[in-house]
């Protein structure tokens, strides 16, 4: 098997091997893994409005997946994503309901921009202190997620203005010129909420590829990733890349936020924790291998898992199962070494290894 079959063969094995443990435990526990999964798939496939949602599902975790691949391929394990994504939902909902009477393209574009400057200044605290003082960038995204998810909570609870608000813990939702739902979209979907945030994301893959794998940039955010003393040495500014690698994190992770809070919800509100796309999307990035083709169907795979669980309440299923599902199949993708070893390239088993 040559490298590259190699690298498309495990998270296909990861996956299957999830599925195959998701199945083990439901007969652990007294379920018919044949009719969950049945179930699963009915619901997920069974209609045009829950395909459309599928769809819907994929915009945010598509882009805040290409955000955590941009940090990774620098050589940085961005955690920090659901506090990036929540700082572009908050304020570009906030600047939505502050101009409600925008003409639509321009409030979509300026929605756009204002989501992935506040992802980006989020992403570029822990980027900045990592270049200048060598803080762990784990540490420092697990500490801001926290920091934004509370300041967040506050600007919701009283830092907005009285008339944007529907209760304390919410907003009103914002114009229709602000919505990214469309009514074409909705009339061709039985009134689902697929929204145009999954044509930014689609966009967002091609060119995220481009930048990785044909630019300058791109070649030095790998490069830092290598080897961050080596690119000093062949004069590539390694703390500029760093801080640029951040930002560009961090401002697709807010334009995931966006497309959450201006497609799915159309409004902002307390969350009780962390957003749980970011982690998604960190999940969705791992099993692509951070490859940017790769997080399409990634992210397809776990949005069918999202929209489809209810349907295991068919079989009597609890759908908190599909976690198990999903958890097993970041748990394979995260031991990839394991399977690997059974997958080996053909120069090693030409080596007789």
């Known amino acids: 098997m040559s490298k590259k079959a190699q690298q498309i063969a495990v ?10 443990l998701g199945a083990i435990v439901m007969l652990i526990f007294g379920y018919d893994p044949v009719w969950g999964y049945e179930g699963l798939f009915q619901i997920a496939f ?26 990774s391929r620098a050589g940085f394990f961005n955690i920090g994503l659901s506090g990036q994504a929540l700082s572009g939902w908050i304020a570009s909902v906030w600047f939505a309901l502050a101009n409600p009477n925008m003409p639509k393209p321009l409030l979509v574009v300026l929605t756009v921009i204002i989501g ?16 200048f003082l060598g803080t762990s960038e784990v540490i420092v995204t697990i500490m ?19 008339q944007y608000k529907q209760s304390i813990d919410s907003t009103i939702q914002v114009s229709k010129n602000a919505s990214y739902q469309t009514e074409w979209l909705a009339s061709l979907t039985n009134n689902s909420r697929i929204n145009i945030g999954i044509f930014f994301a689609l966009a967002a893959i091609v060119l995220i590829w481009f930048l990785l794998n044909k630019t ?8 830092v990733g290598l080897n961050p003393h080596a690119s000093e040495y062949a004069g590539m500014s390694a703390k500029r890349t760093i801080i640029l690698s951040m930002i560009i994190s961090g401002a697709l992770a807010g334009l995931g936020g966006v497309v959450e809070g201006l497609g799915t919800f159309q409004n902002v509100f307390v969350q009780p924790s962390s957003l749980a796309i ?12 951070n490859n940017p083709i790769g997080i399409f169907f990634s992210a397809f795979l776990f949005a069918v898992l999202n929209i489809g669980s209810p349907g295991m309440n068919i079989a009597g299923i609890p759908p908190e199962l ?17 399977i690997e070893r059974f997958i080996k390239p053909k120069k090693q088993l030409k080596g007789g290894k």
């Not at 045009?48 to 598509?62: C, T, W």
């Not at 970011?278 to 291998?289: Q, R």
């Not at 599909?322 to 394991?338: D, E, N």
Request: proline fraction near 4%; avoid cysteine.
């Open 216 to 223: 300058t940039l791109g070649f030095e955010i790998r490069s």
């Open 116 to 131: 992935m400057i506040a992802g980006g200044i989020a992403g570029a605290v822990p980027g900045i202190l990592r270049a």
């Open 46 to 71: 069974g209609s045009v409005k829950n395909i459309s949602e599928i769809l819907r599902a994929m915009g945010p975790l598509i882009l805040i997946a290409l955000g955590f691949t941009v940090a």
């Open 278 to 289: 970011g982690f998604d999307g960190m999940a969705v990035s791992l099993l692509a291998a």
């Open 322 to 338: 599909v976690k198990v599902v999903t958890a097993s199949i970041i748990f394979f993708v995260g031991a990839h070494y394991i």
């Open 144 to 162: 801001m997620n926290y920091i934004i998810l509370y300041v967040g909570n506050a600007i919701v609870q009283k830092g907005l203005p009285q």
């Open 11 to 20: 998270p296909l094995i990861s996956v299957l091997l999830g599925f195959i």
